[in-house]
């Protein structure tokens, strides 16, 4: 993939950046836009300080190191020896000996700084020969170091079985997230069939990761297009079992410590439940996760010499991909935020590095970063004290910066309107959408009270509902039967679509509501039929996670009090068709899907793929239409059973 020229943005964020450069015919307004965006940027980055910000930002009065002390180029080998013992462990400690936690008043490093005046007369090695206990995947000559798996074939899917959720894996998830050496793992996974020793030299718990590789890719297949993948999938069972398998090797980590094949393994087990919607399970596990990450020192500038390419973007894709989802399950959750972004000297990857993958971490990591201070300028208890119009304000000029860095993103990548941006997209809604939600709860508390509601907080509740529209209208338009990428991702999406169909039935419901902000934002009838369209999703897709048999249920109960008298459902007939995706210059995925579309004279039973929207746009006799069922309704004990939307 060729260089992408580098924005002011892009500049911010490369600090190997050598030339500035910037955009031809940028505006002035986007100069300032861009400007600010910059300098927030900086703060995560250690640049600058918070408190240069004329808007509600949460910020510490820390101490800082004088601006008179010595430069780098002034500092002497005391400076750097404190650095070795400031630092720690570095990504991994496999030797019994060495304590995993340490640092410059560690024990160990005294009793190792004491036992060297014994040996003062020895030579040293050369410092830049120290090895910083790097995790090593194991390597060929080093079987001999290597144990077998504590697993029976018995437990696992059958060969023929496991190779399928094998390939879709490393075809779909793990180009959302890199975490593993493909080459490395396709070599262990077949010395594992072949009673081969697969665990150890710094990657202990390998069946792990192969569990969940296994449980991802089976899960993937519960929303493949093809019937008879899709149907084994939801009725073999495999994914949860092989969950449930990881899980048991999980139970030691707290107290044997870990490694690079832990935190995988964990990171994995996360992206399991979240997009199984076992939200409080998954906010648990990240927890985990990023506490072995910190424990190995995950969080470090990697100064492994002997360190391969291939493991240093392995590790890096672990880090920034524990912040990304961190940052996202903590907005959802309504949590603090885990993670001390100011203390990380991990590089970052560069926005032209090879692999289209690596850029979309490296984007998402912008992204997180900007949304997580969006986030704390309204939701931080640094902010107790501010008003809902201070807070509605924060959040406005928030999202003006991350709306400039999406303008940026999009004139920047190649890959806008492939299977990455499209999920970046969705992130993007998504975020959005969960960040202006609590003043659309309170636009509607106080709208039924006929209180006076100021315009910042109208807005934002408008803004909510603007963006709940456009979220669920792109998932409906969604080509997931035509890309693994999206078939991998379309869980996660499926979460995005419950966020935005609540939103839209908190506001749909209520008559007041409506009318309040029926010149800001979409209209009842606009509203139904994106409603409508979701509940199909939700339908399609009930049988494969069981919170979407929930989401259809409820959404199909609410739904009447959405529509008004004489709105009838809005039929298949009126529902957009799925834009289709050039893969023109991906054979590998064109050979992946081959013969994945059927024909509906081939089908025996129509009634197993009510309300699909998940196939790309075909002739009219080749379409399977999304089902218009009647609608349920509402049950006498609904709200003893569910509460009133004003209380959800």
């Known amino acids: 993939m060729g260089a992408v020229p580098a924005s002011p943005l892009a500049k911010a964020l490369q600090l190997s950046a050598k030339t500035p450069r910037t955009f031809e015919r940028t505006s002035t307004a986007e100069h300032l836009q861009i400007a600010a965006l910059e300098a927030k940027l900086q703060v995560y980055e250690g640049h600058k300080a918070k408190n240069d910000y004329d808007y509600l930002s949460v910020s510490e009065s820390i101490p800082k190191i004088g601006e008179d002390a010595p430069s780098k180029a002034a ?23 060495v304590p995993e936690f340490y640092g410059g008043s560690s024990a160990h490093a005294i009793v190792e700084a004491v036992d060297a005046d014994d040996r003062d007369d020895e030579p040293r090695p050369p410092q830049s020969d120290k090895r910083f206990h790097a995790p090593e ?68 718990m390998w069946t792990a990761v192969m569990y969940m590789v296994i449980a991802l890719g089976h899960q993937a297949c519960t929303v493949d297009p093809d019937p008879a993948i899709r149907q084994q999938a939801l009725a073999d069972g495999w994914g949860n079992r092989c969950f449930e398998l990881a899980k048991l090797t999980f139970s030691n980590v707290p107290f044997a410590g ?101 850029q979309y971490l490296e984007y998402m990591r912008q992204f997180s970063y900007l949304s997580l201070d969006a986030y704390e300028s309204v939701y931080s208890l640094a902010n107790r004290k501010s008003s809902a119009v201070e807070r509605a304000v924060a959040l406005s000029k928030s999202d003006r910066i991350i709306c400039a860095w999406y303008d940026r993103f999009k004139q920047t990548a190649s890959w806008v309107d492939e299977a990455h941006g499209r999920i970046l997209h969705l992130t993007y809604l998504n975020m959005r959408i969960l960040l202006y939600r609590v003043f659309l709860m309170l636009f509607v508390k106080q709208a039924k009270r006929a209180s006076q509601i100021k315009d910042p907080v109208l807005n934002s509740a408008a803004k909510c509902v603007t963006l709940s529209m456009s979220a669920i209208k792109t998932i409906a338009t969604l ?50 039929e994106m409603l409508a369209k979701a509940m199909d999703i939700f339908t399609a897709h009930q049988e494969g996670v069981a919170f979407f048999e929930t989401a259809a249920r409820i959404t199909t109960k609410l739904f009447p009090k959405v529509v008004s008298d004489g709105l009838r459902r809005p039929s298949a007939a009126n529902q957009s068709e799925s834009p289709q995706t050039d893969f023109s210059s991906t054979p590998e995925i064109q050979d992946f899907f081959g013969g994945l579309t059927y024909y509906i004279e081939d089908l025996t039973n129509l009634s197993d793929f009510q309300g699909m929207f998940v196939y790309p746009s075909f002739r009219a006799d080749m379409v399977i239409t999304p089902a218009s069922e009647p609608v349920q309704q509402l049950e006498p004990n609904y709200w003893a059973e569910y509460g009133q939307p004003d209380a959800t």
């Open 75 to 97: 500092a002497d080998d005391d400076d750097d020896e404190m650095a070795d013992l400031l630092r720690g462990v570095n990504h991994l400690n496999i030797d019994g000996k």
């Open 137 to 204: 995947l194991w390597k060929a000559n080093n079987l001999d170091e290597l144990t077998r798996a504590k697993v029976k074939k018995s437990d696992l899917p059958p060969r023929e079985l496991a190779d399928r959720y094998n390939a879709r894996f490393i075809q779909g998830t793990h180009l959302i997230l890199p975490l593993i050496d493909v080459e490395s793992y396709l070599d262990r996974y077949k010395d594992f069939w072949d009673m081969k020793p697969t665990e150890g030299k710094g990657y202990h």
């Open 258 to 358: 870990g490694d690079m094949s832990a935190v995988n393994s964990m990171l994995f087990a996360f992206l399991w439940l979240y997009n199984q919607q076992r939200l409080h399970e998954a906010y648990a596990m990240l927890g985990s996760v990023f506490r072995v990450g910190y424990a190995i020192g995950l969080h470090r500038e990697i100064m492994d010499a002997k360190a391969t390419a291939g493991e240093m973007n392995g590790w890096m894709s672990s880090w920034w991909s524990i912040v990304r989802y961190e940052i996202e399950l903590s907005c959802l959750m309504g949590r603090p935020f885990g993670l001390q972004l100011k203390e990380v000297d991990l590089s970052q990857f560069p926005i032209n590095v090879t692999g289209t993958q690596h």
């Open 479 to 528: 080509p997931v039967g035509t890309n693994a990428i999206l078939q991998a991702a379309y869980h996660q999406v499926l979460g995005y679509l419950w966020n935005a169909t609540v939103t839209l039935l908190l506001f749909g419901t209520d008559t007041v509501a409506l009318e309040r902000l029926a010149d800001r934002t979409a209209s009842r009838q606009e509203i139904a």
